[in-house]
């Protein structure tokens, strides 16, 4: 996986669209994830390579599903304006603790 993939919401849309023409149920999140999921383990599972290498690749493919999965569930950053900072001497003033 060392080139950069190019996933987008239309490629994602698209793809949940073939799915969803063959089974509407799959509108539901859970259900077309599971049709996804499937499509991965056939490719996968039917690939001409080793037992060894499937295993391995299931195991990176996992492993980048929750990277994308925590990428992408994790609410946008809301840009909060910092706070103006005084230069540094420019402050003063003087504290005395409440003992009262």
């Given at each position: ?15 949940m669209n073939v799915v969803m023409n063959e089974d509407s149920r799959a509108k539901d999140p859970f259900i077309g994830s599971q049709y996804l999921t499937a499509v991965v383990g ?59």
């Open positions: 996986m060392a080139d950069e993939l190019r996933l987008s919401k239309q490629l994602v849309d698209n793809i056939y490719v996968v599972g039917t690939a001409a390579i080793s037992d060894t290498e499937k295993k391995e690749i299931m195991d990176e493919l996992s492993s980048f599903m929750h990277h994308v999965f925590e990428d992408v569930a994790q609410p946008e950053a809301v840009a909060v304006p910092a706070a103006p900072v005084a230069p540094p001497g420019s402050a003063f003033g003087i504290w005395k603790p409440d003992n009262a």
